[in-house]
């Protein structure tokens, strides 16, 4: 049992205190876990474009400070709390943003992985148990003394931390041979997109997709589609620099929209004699969504929305262009349930059915954590992956 079971562990953390303010790297408090939920030191955490995108505030209904956010990450189960059957000290686990209880109708369902309990909040900043938090202040922002203040968590994870307390529903438990820096690429990045190809779109053999944002996302969509025998894989992306990777990843032909003079969309029809069987939308901008959505075939075409997208503005399409039997849809998680169904998909991974090790394009002690923020801000990373803990494999 660790030593530390059932007591209040002190340990450093990346606190956001506002929108846009740089993280501070700073101690704090973090409970033991309650009733099913479990307390994970974090080995190796990355950072998403989601993390981003609540940290600059965009939308105010999130903003929550302050915070702990991140929610791509590879840990150990340091304790679990009462009722927890499934993970045990020293387990390997990544944590999952989109929880499976399990038990619920969803959950028993296999239709849906947004499980009733704990499926994706961006709202959501306490824990379900007791509404409360598990992390408080030891000092204020500035390394002063201060009251205790609690810290929000941030999308059933937070990950910015050497420790952090989860609901066993969003807990994954992870071969220990498995490659841990790169299993952290499935908590979200790599499952969100490789998902949104095989089991939201259900790319075929031989037929045509378009990726709308080549972001660690639209590259794994790309991977996906790759795996799965996709003929022609057409890459989009406003920054040129992009298309190297791509073409790892089995992007064959590449269109940067600032080098048009005609929609993006049209340029895709005349390439693909009409327009292509999947696309999907990765960059979270309404205006290429329209654009991915009118780049597919008419009669089947069918686009994927994957971005997330902060702004009040809605679906910019007309009713009247559904009579032309395109289809759109969303894809929270790539439609993966965690628990049942990320196993195996790491084994899949590992067996090098979908390559991982291209999206980790970067590397940083915990400490420079501000610094992978502005590499991501910049577009010249596509996941850099931070050190938390030292620790020694069994
Ligand atoms: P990223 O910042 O690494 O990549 C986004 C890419 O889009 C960049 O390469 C950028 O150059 C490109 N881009 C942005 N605006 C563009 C435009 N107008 N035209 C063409 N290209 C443009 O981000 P990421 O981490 O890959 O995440 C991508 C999106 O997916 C984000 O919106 C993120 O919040 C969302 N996301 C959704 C889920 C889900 O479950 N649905 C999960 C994870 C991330
Ligand atoms: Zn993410
Ligand atoms: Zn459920």
Not at 10 to 25: D, F, M, S, Y
Not at 183 to 192: D, E, F, I, K, N
Not at 337 to 352: D, E, Y
Request: aromatic share 8%.
């Amino acid at each position: 049992m660790a030593e530390t079971q059932g007591k209040v562990i002190t340990c450093r953390a990346a606190v956001a205190w506002g929108p846009k303010e740089p993280l501070v790297i700073q101690e704090i408090c973090v409970d033991p876990p309650q009733e099913m939920e479990v307390r994970v030191k974090i080995l190796y955490t990355s950072i998403c474009h989601t993390d981003l995108g609540t940290w600059t505030g965009v939308n105010e209904a999130e903003r929550a400070f302050p915070r702990i956010l991140g929610h791509e990450a590879v840990g150990v189960v340091e304790s679990v709390g009462e009722g927890v059957k499934d993970v045990k000290e020293g387990d390997y686990v990544i944590p999952t943003f989109n929880g499976e209880c399990g038990e619920c109708r969803v959950c028993k369902k296999e239709v849906s992985n947004l499980c009733e309990r704990y499926k994706v909040d961006p709202m959501k900043r306490l824990m379900v148990n007791d509404g409360g938090t598990r992390f408080s202040t030891t000092t204020n922002k500035d390394g002063g003394s201060s009251q205790s203040q609690r810290i929000y968590h941030f999308l059933n994870t937070s990950t910015f931390t050497e420790y952090t307390v989860l609901d066993s529903a969003c807990v994954v438990k992870i071969d220990p041979n498995a490659p841990l820096k790169q299993m952290s690429l499935l908590s979200c990045g790599v499952s969100t997109g490789v998902g949104a190809a095989w089991n939201t779109a259900k790319v075929k053999e031989g037929t045509t997709t378009a990726v709308f944002g080549l972001g660690s996302v639209g590259l794994a969509v790309a991977e996906g589609a790759r795996a799965r025998g996709a003929s022609r894989i057409i890459g989009v992306d406003a920054n040129a620099s992009k298309f190297e990777k791509g073409k790892v990843m089995g992007v064959t032909d590449f269109i940067n929209p600032k080098d048009l003079t005609k929609p993006v969309h049209e340029r895709i029809r005349e390439l693909t004699r009409g327009g292509v069987d999947y696309s999907f939308e990765c960059t979270g901008n309404v205006d290429v969504l329209r654009e991915a959505f009118l780049s597919t075939h008419a009669g089947w075409g069918s686009t994927v929305l994957v971005g997330i997208y902060a702004t009040p503005r809605t679906l910019p399409l007309h009713p009247m262009e559904l009579f032309d039997g395109r289809k759109i849809t969303g894809s929270v998680f790539g439609g993966f349930k965690p628990k049942s169904q990320l196993p195996s998909f790491a084994q899949q991974c590992m067996k090098g059915v979908v390559k991982l090790e291209p999206f980790i394009t970067n590397e940083l002690p915990f400490e420079k954590i501000n610094d992978a923020f502005q590499l991501l801000r910049d577009g010249k990373s596509l996941r850099c992956l931070l050190q938390i803990a030292k620790f020694l494999k069994k």
